[in-house]
């Protein structure tokens, strides 16, 4: 079964950069896209971008200025960088994998970790 | 960008009653159209892809339909651990999209 574990700082300062790491386990991160998304507290589901294992990226038009996912496939990790945070990004993010066979449902998520943005 | 809209916001539902969900979306999609399930504290999980696929494990009470721009999920027989907020979200085009949420709630 594959699963997904969301690491990095609960607590970043504001104007400074959010940085998570995704590791996938038993499975391979080969072949299949990965994305990210986040939930402000008490809010709904906002997809900030995917990228495939060839180092491919989409954004979200609304974060694409300051966000940067990349990939480590031989770490079995993708990671986040979004830049100039302020309170609005605070949020709890998960990461998922985008199905493969062609699906594009997020067939499997992390667990969520809560980020918040703060002096 | 898609915009994805569902109906209705909250439920208060009965064990066993039926329930249905529905999701709009602003422009035709197809049938790229997927729910999630979310209980409280927890990651959201896929229940049904592509409108009436039933992912893997998903108990039988879950179904989908609907195409182009009107969808539905509907659980025939309620139980007590479906008390969550379920999303629809669109694969259709870019950005992807989630509706808003509908919150289920156990008498």
């Known amino acids: 079964q594959v699963q997904l574990q969301e690491s990095g700082p609960g607590l970043v300062k504001p104007s400074e950069t959010l940085s998570l790491t995704c590791t996938v386990s038993g499975g391979s991160i080969n072949g299949y896209y990965w994305s990210w998304i986040r939930q402000p507290p008490g809010k709904g589901l906002e997809w900030i971008g995917y990228i495939y294992y060839s180092g491919t990226t989409n954004y979200n038009p609304s974060l694409k200025s300051r966000i940067t996912i990349s990939v480590d496939t031989s770490k079995n990790q993708f990671s986040l960088k979004l830049r100039s945070v302020t309170a609005a990004d605070t949020a709890v993010y998960y990461c998922?994998?985008?199905?493969?066979?062609?699906?594009?449902?997020?067939?499997?998520w992390g667990q969520g970790t809560l980020v918040t943005v703060s002096s | 960008e898609i915009v994805l809209t569902q109906s209705p916001d909250f439920q208060s539902v009965t064990p066993k009653e039926r329930v249905t969900i529905t999701c709009r979306a602003s422009q035709s999609i197809g049938s790229s159209l997927h729910w999630y399930q979310q209980k409280s504290d927890q990651s959201p999980k896929l229940l049904i892809k592509?409108?009436?696929q039933s992912f893997s494990g998903v108990p039988s009470r879950f179904s989908g339909s609907g195409s182009g721009t009107d969808f539905t999920l509907t659980i025939s027989s309620l139980e007590a651990e479906d008390a969550a907020t379920y999303y629809c979200h669109q694969s259709s085009g870019l950005p992807y999209t989630f509706g808003q949420g509908t919150k289920l709630e156990i008498k």
């Open positions: 592509y409108a009436s």
């Open positions: 998922a994998r985008v199905g493969g066979s062609g699906s594009f449902a997020f067939d499997y």
